[in-house]
């Protein structure tokens, strides 16, 4: 999404304060669940520690709301942040009406955007548009589908919380059609773990291959959280 992206890029990569700290995550009859999110104060802050086998050391992160309910992109109810990690950047996501949650990236400019939807309350998988294709003899297949995990029950240093869990899952094959140089195979697994009560997740996690071969995983875990 923007700097959420590079949140989770800090991996391989929405954010909500205090206004309302219950969360109702009731079935529904559509097959997912009722979820009311906590929406945010300005100046609600959120700091991140992201590891991983290949950081030197821990990176620290602080996300900082600056609006809210805000008419962007199609969207009218997105909250717009400021992310600290050695840059600063304005980053966007969406509360949608049934309950999911989009991260909003503003890749022409700040008046035409992409929205990634997680399904957090519809409960049902959302698959981008598949690239099945052949191109100079070589053949492109990508595909990118989040789903709902669970519910679950999370600990981290900024506290204990009741979770959303979904998960982002992409697969990139390109099959060349002499050489084996041209070959290469690629999935790319993003678990997110979201609590409504604070509007954000707590923990982000990333793993996959590459040509078969794992990668090296990493995480970012919410170590602080300050409502205004």
Not at 10 to 37: E, I, K, R
Not at 138 to 159: K, W
Request: proline content about 5%.
């Amino acid at each position: 999404m923007n700097r959420l992206k590079i949140l989770a890029s800090l991996l391989p990569f929405v954010l909500l304060a205090s206004c309302h700290q219950g969360s109702d995550t009731s079935p529904n009859n559509g097959g997912g669940s009722t979820v009311t999110w906590t929406i945010p104060s300005v100046g609600a802050e959120y700091v991140f520690q992201s590891t991983s086998p290949g950081l030197a050391k821990t990176v620290l992160d602080t996300a900082i709301i600056v609006t809210t309910g805000q008419h962007l992109g199609g969207k009218t109810n997105v909250i717009t942040y400021e992310d600290h990690a050695g840059t600063i950047g304005t980053a966007f996501y969406n509360i949608e009406d049934n309950g999911d949650i989009s991260d909003g990236d503003a890749a022409l400019g700040d008046t035409t955007f992409a929205w990634t939807t997680f399904p957090t309350a519809s409960h049902q998988p959302i698959s981008d548009p598949v690239t099945d294709t052949t191109e100079g003899g070589t053949h492109i297949f990508r595909s990118n589908v989040r789903t709902y995990v669970g519910a679950e029950t999370l600990t981290t240093l900024a506290g204990s919380f009741s979770t959303l869990h979904v998960r982002e899952t992409s697969i990139s094959i390109v099959t060349g059609p002499d050489s084996l140089d041209c070959n290469a195979s690629d999935t790319s697994i993003l678990d997110r773990c979201y609590a409504p009560t604070i509007g954000l997740y707590v923990k982000v996690t990333n793993s996959g291959t590459n040509d078969g071969v794992t990668s090296e995983p990493s995480e970012v875990d919410l170590i602080k959280y300050v409502p205004k």
